[in-house]
C-alpha cells in the first residue's frame, strides 16, 4: 500500500500547478480507484507520472476512432457530419496527458474484459452523449458481431450478444426522482428510490447531472421542488443540486456492493456559449457562441469560468464511503469550443439554422468528438 501511495501523490503535486486545486483535491482521493496494476506500469511510462486530466491537446490523424456512416445510432442532434458540418479538423486531436500516452482504445478488449457485464450511463443527454460514443467505439472494432438494440424511455439498451455486454443508458437528468401530484411535476430532493431501482443491478455505473438543474422558463423540468416535506417555487439551484447530489451519493452509499459495482461521475460537462471567454476580441466580432469555432485552445488552461456545479460535485463525492471515481473531463472539455454541434444537428430547422446566434448548440459534442476521449479515458481507468 505505501508504494501505491507514493504513485498516487506526484500526480496531484502536477495538478495543483495548473490550479484547480478543489477539483483535483476529489481526484486525488479517488484516483486510486482504477485499481491499476501493480508492478507494471501504466500507459508507456510510469503510473506516478502520469495526471489523466491535466494535458494539451495535439493533432493526430489517426483519428477519428470510427465513421459516423458506420454507427447508426448516432442521434440527430450529435451527428454533426452527417448534418453538413464543413470542417473535419475537429476530429482529428487525441488528448495528451502529462508524461504519459493514453493507451489506444481496443474495442475487442474491451468486450473481453467486460463479458456477461452490465455498464450503465445514467443521467442527461451528456450522458446519452457518452453511451453512444462508447457504443460507436466498441462496434467499430467489431462491425459484424451479432448486436440488438432496445431504446425506450428512460432505458434504453445495446446488447453486443456475442458477448453477453450490455450497455444502457436511464434517463434521470436531476438523478433524483420527479413525481407528477395534480398535474404538477415535483422534483424530489431527497428521493431517489423509484429511479434507483434500476441501476442496482449494474457492474459498472457511470452517473452525470449538472445542466438541468440551471434549466429555467420552457426549459425547466419540474413545477415544484421537494425538500424537507415543504415545496417550492424555487431554491438557489447549486443548493438544490448538492441536495440532490447528496441523496445521490447516499443512495450509492447505501446499495452498492463495492465488490461487485464500479461507481464512476462523469464531472460537469462545459458549455460555449460565450466568446469573450477564451477571445478577447470576441465582443468586437459577429460570432455570439461556438458557431464557426473550428479548432481547440492552445494551452493547458481555459481563461473563462469554471463552472460553479463542479464545486458541489467534487465536495460531495469527496465525503462519500464508496469508492466513486471522478471523471474528470471539465477542464479537457474547456478547451474544446471547437466539438459542439452548433448549426450542424438534425433537430434544428433550415430557420433555425440560419440564425446560429440564437440555435447553436454550443451544450452538446459532435460524434465522432470530444465523448471518444472521455471513453478513452474510461477504458484507461477501468483496465490500466
Same mark, same amino acid.
Given at each position: 500500500?505505501?508504494?501505491?501511495?507514493?504513485?498516487?501523490?506526484?500526480?496531484?503535486?502536477?495538478?495543483?500547478? &495548473?490550479?484547480?486545486?478543489?477539483?483535483?483535491?476529489?481526484?486525488?482521493?479517488?484516483?486510486?480507484?482504477?485499481?491499476?496494476?501493480?508492478?507494471?506500469?501504466?500507459?508507456?511510462?510510469?503510473?506516478?507520472?502520469?495526471?489523466?486530466?491535466?494535458?494539451?491537446?495535439?493533432?493526430?490523424?489517426?483519428?477519428?476512432?470510427?465513421?459516423?456512416?458506420?454507427?447508426?445510432?448516432?442521434?440527430?442532434? =450529435?451527428?454533426?457530419?452527417?448534418?453538413? *458540418?464543413?470542417?473535419?479538423?475537429?476530429?482529428?486531436? *487525441?488528448?495528451?496527458?502529462?508524461?504519459?500516452?493514453?493507451? *489506444?482504445?481496443?474495442?475487442?478488449? =474491451?468486450?473481453?474484459?467486460?463479458?456477461?457485464?452490465?455498464?450503465?450511463?445514467?443521467?442527461?443527454?451528456?450522458?446519452?452523449?457518452?453511451?453512444?460514443?462508447?457504443?460507436?467505439?466498441?462496434?467499430?472494432?467489431?462491425?459484424?458481431?451479432?448486436?440488438?438494440?432496445?431504446?425506450?424511455?428512460?432505458?434504453?439498451? &445495446?446488447?453486443?450478444?456475442?458477448?453477453?455486454?450490455?450497455?444502457?443508458?436511464?434517463?434521470?437528468?436531476?438523478?433524483?426522482?420527479?413525481?407528477?401530484?395534480?398535474?404538477?411535476?415535483?422534483?424530489?430532493?431527497?428521493?431517489?428510490?423509484?429511479?434507483?431501482?434500476?441501476?442496482?443491478?449494474?457492474?459498472?455505473?457511470? &452517473?452525470?447531472?449538472?445542466?438541468?438543474?440551471?434549466?429555467?422558463?420552457?426549459?425547466?423540468?419540474?413545477?415544484?421542488?421537494?425538500?424537507?416535506?415543504?415545496?417550492?417555487?424555487?431554491?438557489? *439551484?447549486?443548493?438544490?443540486?448538492?441536495?440532490?447530489?447528496?441523496?445521490?451519493?447516499?443512495?450509492?452509499?447505501?446499495?452498492?456492493?463495492?465488490?461487485?459495482?464500479?461507481? &464512476?461521475?462523469?464531472?460537469?460537462?462545459?458549455?460555449?456559449?460565450?466568446?469573450?471567454?477564451?477571445?478577447?476580441?470576441?465582443?468586437?466580432?459577429?460570432?455570439?457562441?461556438?458557431?464557426?469555432?473550428?479548432?481547440?485552445?492552445?494551452?493547458?488552461?481555459?481563461?473563462?469560468?469554471?463552472?460553479?456545479?463542479?464545486?458541489?460535485?467534487?465536495?460531495?463525492?469527496?465525503?462519500?464511503?464508496?469508492?466513486?471515481?471522478?471523471?474528470?473531463?471539465?477542464?479537457?472539455?474547456?478547451?474544446?469550443?471547437?466539438?459542439?454541434?452548433?448549426?450542424?444537428?438534425?433537430?434544428?430547422?433550415?430557420?433555425?439554422?440560419?440564425?446560429?446566434?440564437?440555435?447553436?448548440?454550443?451544450?452538446?459534442?459532435?460524434?465522432?468528438?470530444?465523448?471518444?476521449?472521455?471513453?478513452?479515458?474510461?477504458?484507461?481507468?477501468?483496465?490500466?
Amino acid at each position: 500500500m505505501a508504494l501505491l501511495s507514493c504513485r498516487l501523490l506526484l500526480p496531484f503535486v502536477l495538478l495543483a500547478l &495548473f490550479q484547480f486545486q478543489t477539483g483535483f483535491s476529489s481526484l486525488k482521493k479517488h484516483h486510486g480507484h482504477g485499481h491499476p496494476q501493480r508492478g507494471k506500469p501504466m500507459f508507456q511510462t510510469n503510473q506516478s507520472t502520469c495526471a489523466l486530466f491535466a494535458g494539451t491537446w495535439v493533432r493526430d490523424d489517426t483519428y477519428p476512432l470510427y465513421k459516423y456512416s458506420n454507427c447508426p445510432l448516432i442521434d440527430a442532434e =450529435f451527428n454533426c457530419q452527417m448534418y453538413g *458540418r464543413p470542417d473535419s479538423d475537429y476530429l482529428k486531436y *487525441r488528448w495528451q496527458p502529462l508524461n504519459c500516452v493514453l493507451p *489506444r482504445f481496443n474495442g475487442l478488449v =474491451f468486450l473481453s474484459k467486460m463479458r456477461g457485464k452490465h455498464v450503465m450511463f445514467v443521467g442527461d443527454s451528456l450522458g446519452r452523449n457518452q453511451w453512444e460514443s462508447l457504443i460507436c467505439m466498441i462496434s467499430a472494432s467489431a462491425p459484424k458481431m451479432q448486436t440488438r438494440m432496445s431504446r425506450a424511455d428512460p432505458l434504453s439498451t &445495446f446488447n453486443f450478444i456475442d458477448y453477453g455486454l450490455s450497455i444502457s443508458f436511464y434517463r434521470a437528468p436531476y438523478l433524483v426522482d420527479i413525481a407528477v401530484v395534480g398535474g404538477r411535476r415535483i422534483l424530489k430532493l431527497e428521493d431517489i428510490y423509484a429511479n434507483g431501482n434500476a441501476w442496482r443491478t449494474a457492474d459498472v455505473l457511470v &452517473f452525470n447531472t449538472g445542466h438541468w438543474w440551471s434549466h429555467k422558463g420552457s426549459l425547466q423540468g419540474w413545477d415544484l421542488m421537494e425538500t424537507g416535506g415543504k415545496y417550492y417555487k424555487d431554491i438557489d *439551484r447549486l443548493v438544490a443540486l448538492q441536495k440532490g447530489l447528496r441523496t445521490w451519493a447516499n443512495w450509492v452509499d447505501t446499495n452498492v456492493d463495492r465488490t461487485k459495482t464500479r461507481v &464512476f461521475f462523469q464531472s460537469i460537462s462545459p458549455t460555449h456559449y460565450d466568446p469573450s471567454e477564451w477571445s478577447a476580441g470576441a465582443t468586437a466580432m459577429a460570432t455570439k457562441n461556438c458557431y464557426g469555432e473550428t479548432a481547440p485552445m492552445t494551452g493547458k488552461t481555459y481563461p473563462g469560468t469554471y463552472p460553479d456545479q463542479k464545486r458541489v460535485v467534487d465536495e460531495v463525492i469527496r465525503g462519500m464511503h464508496v469508492p466513486t471515481y471522478l471523471l474528470d473531463i471539465t477542464m479537457l472539455s474547456e478547451l474544446r469550443k471547437d466539438g459542439h454541434p452548433s448549426i450542424y444537428s438534425g433537430d434544428l430547422s433550415p430557420a433555425q439554422r440560419a440564425n446560429p446566434g440564437r440555435s447553436a448548440d454550443c451544450s452538446h459534442w459532435c460524434l465522432p468528438g470530444l465523448p471518444d476521449t472521455w471513453n478513452e479515458l474510461f477504458y484507461t481507468i477501468l483496465f490500466y
